[in-house]
Each structure stands twice: as C-alpha cells, then as structure tokens.
C-alpha cells in the first residue's frame, strides 16, 4: 500500500477509508476487526469514531466530532456519522428549491436524519439495517438461516423462505422511508453500505432518490477543507 490514507471513519462492523489518488478520492471498507495497515501516516490521518476504539496509533488532535460540525440545533448526543452526512449533503446536493434533506443511512443500524435547507436539525428515525434484521432472524428464530447471497427479491410476496426473508426486511425498509418521506418538501439521499442494494430497487418506486454510498467520508473531506481555510 504505497497512498497516504488521508481519512478513516470507524463504524460499529466496519472501518471506512478515504485514499488521495491522484488529487481524487477512492473509498474502501473493512472489517472492524482487522489490523490497521502498518504503512499510514498517523501524523496525517484525520479519524472519526461513532463508539470507543481503542488504538495507540490515532491521534487525539486529528480527530473530528461534532463540536467540529457544528450545525444548527444538532443534539450532541447523535453518532458522529450522523453528523457528517448531514455536513456532506448540505454541500453536496442540489436545493434549487430549498427543501428539506431526508438523509438515509443504510448501514449496522439505519438512521433517518431530516434537516432544513439551513442545516437545521429536524429530527430522525433509527432502526435495524438491513443485515442486521436478518441476523437477528437466523439467532432467534428456528428453521431460519442468513442468506448465502444478499439481494431484493423482485415480489411484494415470496414463496421460499430466504426470499420472504429477504423481501420482508427489504419491506421493512422502505416501509419506514416512505412514511418518512415527504415528496413535496422532501429531497431523499441514500448513503451507507446497503446504499446500492436498497437504492436500485427504491428507484423504481422513488426515482428521485439520490443515492451516495460514500456521503459520510465526503461530510469527513469537506469538514477539514473548511477547516483548512478557516
């Protein structure tokens, strides 16, 4: 590994990594388990943590929260990622119209995080993710198994068991989006590892949506080129 790993946001099954490229950014993610790669500039490596990570490598003065954020009306109580979803999409997105972000966050656990065009806070939702309801099928429940293979099965209702598992989680989902989401004052954003999986199918209903797997690392780029030029 011969790039300088400029950003790292620790998450509660994953570790996210934003890499310099060539003046651009490619993203990857990895088991919160695993070693970090002994080739990173510490010394350079801006890090963010929605729980208690224990590493003698990061530094304490390269580590963003929401102090640094600071949006308007943010609870100081909310994750992190949260956060700077909310910081990435107020730059990101697109408002001719000045409505309200729905950001969606579709990872460990699924937040709903709604704000004004002013990046105040309004309020939001949390719930199991995708992954996470079927595992707590397969551990309580007889007779149910995790799925071999992730995807949406394309019927409302499903004959074999994995894929009434599937879709009924799948229904879950955007059940909770769409009673959530308000299509007149609303602009929807999907982020988070299951971005992909949820969004090509929430197309075909919401074809509005926007979909930005990566938005968090984005909020974490943003954050400290504004900090940079303050």
Request: charged share 20%.
């Amino acid at each position: 590994m011969t790039n300088i790993v400029d950003y790292l946001l620790i998450g509660n099954t994953r570790l996210h990594w934003a890499v310099n490229e060539n003046d651009a950014y490619k993203f990857s993610h990895t088991l919160i388990n695993e070693s970090l790669p002994k080739d990173i500039d510490f010394k350079k490596l801006i890090w963010a943590s929605v729980g208690k990570y224990t590493s003698n490598n990061l530094l304490k003065k390269n580590q963003v929260t929401l102090k640094d954020i600071n949006l308007r009306n943010m609870p100081d109580f909310i994750g992190i990622d949260r956060g700077l979803v909310c910081f990435a999409a107020l730059r990101m997105i697109k408002n001719q119209l000045s409505k309200n972000l729905l950001i969606v966050d579709l990872g460990t656990t699924i937040s709903m995080t709604r704000i004004d065009n002013q990046g105040n806070f309004l309020g939001g939702q949390l719930l199991p993710g995708f992954t996470t309801q079927l595992k707590s099928m397969e551990q309580n429940t007889k007779n149910l198994v995790f799925p071999k293979k992730l995807f949406i099965p394309n019927n409302k209702l499903e004959i074999s068991t994995m894929n009434a598992m599937l879709r009924g989680v799948y229904n879950s989902i955007i059940g909770a989006i769409n009673i959530s989401f308000d299509r007149k004052k609303d602009i929807l954003i999907l982020c988070g590892g299951d971005a992909n999986l949820i969004g090509n199918s929430l197309k075909k209903e919401i074809n509005e949506c926007i979909i930005e797997p990566n938005l968090v690392m984005y909020g974490m780029i943003f954050l400290n080129k504004k900090i940079d030029n303050s």
